[in-house]
């Protein structure tokens, strides 16, 4: 069965799957599914919005080149392939697609949830004084506290494990039930928060009362 996962092609998280994956799929030779895809006919926007040149390093420790795809590249691609196990191998990773597209929107809700959630945390804190009594990491302490609550990791674990680039956004790597999980007890980190509550309070209440310990 074809791989499809969640990744980025122009920076854009989106459904995708590779030209090896649809080569081992179609029982194609690798460099037979390149030169398809190489050879097509499409708009050079096309081919820039829908794919996107990779590499992968051999057994032999040569980069290989490949391409990661979307749908729609996915789509034209595997268009001129023909007969009923092509047929049927279309039909099924198109609703794989369909059904990783709604898995991302519903992941992009959450995050878009969660950001006036940090955001009001944040204005809690703030008001609070433990910021200033925290010199200023007040946030980075509370979400780590948080992390270690939820994944028994911190952010800098956390990073490292799902291979986070330093410059990209934790929070998108996590999964709609991540997302929910870390947005439901930074409601309630800021709701104790405005009760007057420190945070050596708030730690003890969270650590002891957490049912959702998640693990990635």
């Keep these: 069965m074809l791989l499809v996962e969640i990744g980025k092609i122009n920076k ?55 391409y990661y795809m979307n749908r729609d590249g996915f789509t034209i691609l595997v268009m001129g392939y023909t007969g009923e196990k092509a047929m049927t191998f279309k039909e099924a990773y198109i609703a794989q697609f ?5 898995s991302n929107n519903a992941r992009r809700e959450e995050r878009i949830k969660g950001i006036a959630v940090r955001q009001a ?20 302490v509370y979400t780590n506290c948080i992390y270690k609550t939820l994944f028994d990791m911190n952010a800098t674990q956390l990073r490292k494990k799902l291979g986070v680039p330093r410059k990209e956004n934790l929070r998108d790597y996590f999964t709609e039930e991540e997302l929910r999980a870390v947005q439901s007890m ?24 957490n049912t959702k310990k998640l693990l990635l």
């Design 121 to 140: 945390l944040t204005k809690s804190i703030q008001i609070s004084g433990e910021n200033e009594r925290m010199h200023g990491h007040a946030y980075s």
């Design 186 to 209: 930074e409601c309630m980190a800021s709701g104790m928060v405005d009760c007057g509550m420190g945070y050596d309070e708030i730690k003890k209440f969270i650590t002891e009362h």
């Design 98 to 102: 369909n059904v990783m597209e709604k």
């Design 12 to 66: 854009e998280e989106v459904p995708i799957t590779t030209s090896l994956d649809v080569a081992e799929t179609f029982g194609k030779d690798h460099k037979n599914v390149l030169r398809d895809i190489d050879e097509m006919k499409c708009s050079d926007r096309f081919r820039a919005l829908n794919f996107e040149r990779s590499y992968y390093v051999s057994s032999q420790n040569k980069k290989i080149p490949m």
